[in-house]
């Protein structure tokens, strides 16, 4: 048994829990020491040096000469000034086609530009003056599902269109009219 003399000098060991949470604590606040501990004085900032500016500007490459045989294409610049400023006037009244009365329009009129075939049907593209579109087979060559107004006058008929031999035929008032591409 110990006496008390022998308790006073009797130091208590920390347990295994207390030793932990004793050495962490330390742990932890020695970043916090040692970082108020590093600061001497104002903090100075040092920057990189400034770049040099460049001595000389790189020219623009030269325009290659275009090759022979070939037109060069328009510059950007050519192209907006070659392009009307402004805008037509909204108020205007539209431009009216010109109106030929029925049997009038000679033949002569009539310019045939080229057949095509679309969806299994021929058609045959005309100007008539200041209009031009496809005719088809039929009365005043109107095309089936077009929508589109009749571009021969009443007295005309299209006959027959050949799309191979690029040929039109016509009916003007009971004349046959022949033309070919």
Known sequence: MASRSDASEYRRVPSGAES???WFGVFALLPVLTACASSSG??????????????????????PAPAAGFTPLPT?????????????????P?????VVAPGVAPAADLRFTGVIRSAGQAQALVQVGEQSGAVCVGRRGVCPGSGLPALLPSDWSVTSIDVASGR?????????????L
């Open 20 to 22: 932990f949470w004793h």
């Open 42 to 63: 104002p903090e100075t900032i040092s920057l990189p040096p400034p770049s040099q500016p460049a001595a000389a500007v790189k020219p623009a490459p030269a325009e």
């Open 76 to 92: 950007p610049q050519q192209v907006v000034a070659a392009l009307p400023t402004g805008r037509p006037d909204p108020f205007a």
């Open 94 to 98: 539209l431009p009216q086609a010109k």
């Open 168 to 180: 039109l035929v016509l009916n003007q008032a009971g004349q046959r009219r022949v033309f070919s």
